[in-house]
């Protein structure tokens, strides 16, 4: 378990803005009006974000009146968080919005350039029931985008409803797949550096709702979701030795895996279908890299060298495997079967390259990179071609995806004495870098997939 030095200088914002994928789309905004429908094709580079106009959802009881201005800031700054749009205030309005069903007056929106417009209604039964009725128009055609739709759930559950109204238009305006209904797991810090306290806590994608998994009493490091995110992955030094544990989020009962006297097990990841985890094991000095089949059986060894091979992660169909080793030398990444034999390297640049992770699109695989007195977040194809860095900071690592393959959530560590990590993200182009706010200190982040 070789960490990375902790090097210095800070970011490069032009760097981290305006860097483009060459054949990897990136965002722009393009308003078709009556050509055609209202769409943010991700095609091209930096964008002017599309205008929307969001009034707050109606209340359609009095119980409801609260609970509907909560749910349309919060679909409101789901859709401005991603930099794709841009909400028009209350104060430019024309038309209110009195009623779900109103008439739309639409040359009333085209007014003030709103391209899309989102109307929405709340209710909150005695028992506490809260429903979420919407509908998004296409202002300049002047038509409906798809079907309205509607969603219940408990009052504590309110920010999901809200999360899933803003899924929907994301994916009805971009056509990608969507991600604010999803969490991440991560390793809340706390105390000095010379006396950092870490523990498990989970929360909603944009640090929302945290929750602790673990307490204080040891370290723990490199939480992993479950493809179904019902199960996190992590190792513990509770034992004086890093061991994995798997541990059910509902309930946080845990137990370890390969548990071996002696033995140091890390760097889990779960398999596509959550069957197998695949993950370093270190013994007699060497490092290589292990699969387990959780229902049972004996590890098996998939390297066999004299380097130090770690940070393993499937390809999404489960086929390949990208970790990093340094059998050239200096850590590079290198794809092989997931049943082992043939490796391949894929990183030729200057520099070290660490903790790789597979896109869930399968099309990309993202890097933490080291080089010149930097660190970087980075993206390559599958292949390695295409290599592009996204961040560059006194110290940059870890990064997770999105569910849908088009956001990177990270973290950061400043300069100095003092310095505490906090987690950031970032879209595939380099664009919309974004602080996370978790209240406090905040490190190797993981992302679950959408919630069920």
């Given amino acids: 378990m070789r960490p990375f030095a902790r090097l210095a200088p800070i970011l490069a914002p032009a760097l981290a803005a305006l860097l483009l994928i060459p054949g990897l789309p990136a965002q722009t905004a393009l308003a078709q009006g009556?050509?055609?429908?209202?769409?943010?094709?991700?095609?091209?580079?930096?964008?002017?974000?599309?205008?929307?106009?969001?009034?707050?959802?109606?209340?359609?009881?009095?119980?409801?009146?609260?609970?509907?201005?909560?749910?349309?800031?919060?679909?409101?700054?789901?859709?401005?968080?991603?930099?794709?749009?841009r909400r028009i205030g209350p104060e430019a309005f024309i038309s209110r919005v009195t009623a779900f069903d109103s008439p739309i007056r639409y040359p009333d929106w085209?007014?003030?350039?709103?391209?899309?417009?989102?109307?929405?209604?709340?209710?909150?039964?005695?028992?506490?029931?809260?429903?979420?009725?919407?509908?998004?128009?296409?202002?300049?055609?002047?038509?409906?985008?798809?079907?309205?739709?509607?969603?219940?759930?408990?009052?504590?559950?309110?920010?999901?409803?809200?999360?899933?109204?803003?899924?929907?238009?994301?994916?009805?305006i971009t056509g990608e797949r969507p991600y604010f209904d999803s969490r991440v797991v991560f390793v809340a810090e706390t105390g000095p550096k010379n006396d950092r306290r870490k523990r498990l806590a989970i929360m909603d994608y944009d640090g929302e709702n945290i929750r602790y998994l673990t307490d204080a009493s040891s370290i723990v490091l490199a939480p992993r979701f479950s493809p179904a995110g019902d199960r996190v992955l992590?190792?513990?030094?509770?034992?004086?030795?890093?061991?994995?544990?798997?541990?059910?989020?509902?309930?946080?009962?845990?137990?370890?895996?390969?548990?071996?006297?002696?033995?140091?097990?890390f760097a889990p990841r779960f398999s596509p279908d959550g069957q197998s985890v695949v993950y370093s094991l270190s013994t007699g000095g060497n490092t290589d890299i292990y699969v387990l089949n959780l229902s049972g059986g004996q590890p098996r060894r998939l390297t066999s060298a004299p380097s130090i091979e770690t940070a393993p992660s499937f390809s999404p169909d489960g086929g390949r495997v990208v970790f990093e080793s340094d059998r050239s030398g200096a850590p590079q990444l290198y794809v092989m079967p997931a049943t082992g034999g043939e490796v391949r390297r894929i990183s030729f640049g200057e520099g070290r390259y660490g903790t790789p992770v597979w896109s869930p699109r399968g099309d990309m695989i993202a890097f933490t990179k080291q080089n010149a007195g930097r660190f970087h977040i980075g993206?390559?194809?599958?292949?390695?071609?295409?290599?592009?860095?996204?961040?560059?900071?006194?110290?940059?690592?870890?990064?997770?995806?999105?569910?849908?393959?088009?956001?990177?959530?990270?973290?950061?560590e400043t300069a100095g004495a003092g310095g505490a990590p906090s987690l950031y993200s970032v879209d595939i182009s380099g664009r919309n870098l974004r602080r996370v706010n978790t209240g406090g200190a905040a490190s190797d982040p993981a992302w679950s997939p959408l919630l069920p």
């Fill in 110 to 172: 085209r007014a003030i350039n709103a391209q899309a417009l989102i109307v929405g209604a709340v209710n909150v039964s005695a028992s506490g029931q809260v429903t979420v009725k919407f509908r998004l128009f296409d202002v300049f055609a002047g038509q409906e985008m798809g079907e309205g739709l509607q969603l219940g759930g408990s009052e504590s559950g309110w920010r999901r409803l809200a999360h899933k109204v803003a899924d929907t238009v994301y994916s009805r």
């Fill in 379 to 412: 993206v390559m194809r599958a292949d390695g071609s295409e290599e592009r860095l996204l961040t560059a900071s006194f110290l940059d690592e870890g990064p997770t995806w999105a569910p849908n393959g088009r956001v990177i959530m990270f973290m950061r």
């Fill in 234 to 265: 992590y190792t513990s030094y509770e034992s004086g030795i890093p061991r994995i544990y798997m541990m059910e989020v509902s309930t946080a009962q845990r137990r370890v895996l390969d548990d071996q006297q002696g033995i140091m097990t």
């Fill in 34 to 85: 009556t050509q055609g429908p209202l769409r943010i094709e991700i095609t091209e580079g930096v964008i002017e974000p599309l205008p929307f106009a969001l009034p707050v959802f109606v209340a359609e009881n009095a119980a409801a009146g609260q609970m509907a201005q909560r749910i349309s800031e919060t679909v409101a700054a789901d859709l401005t968080g991603t930099g794709l749009f």
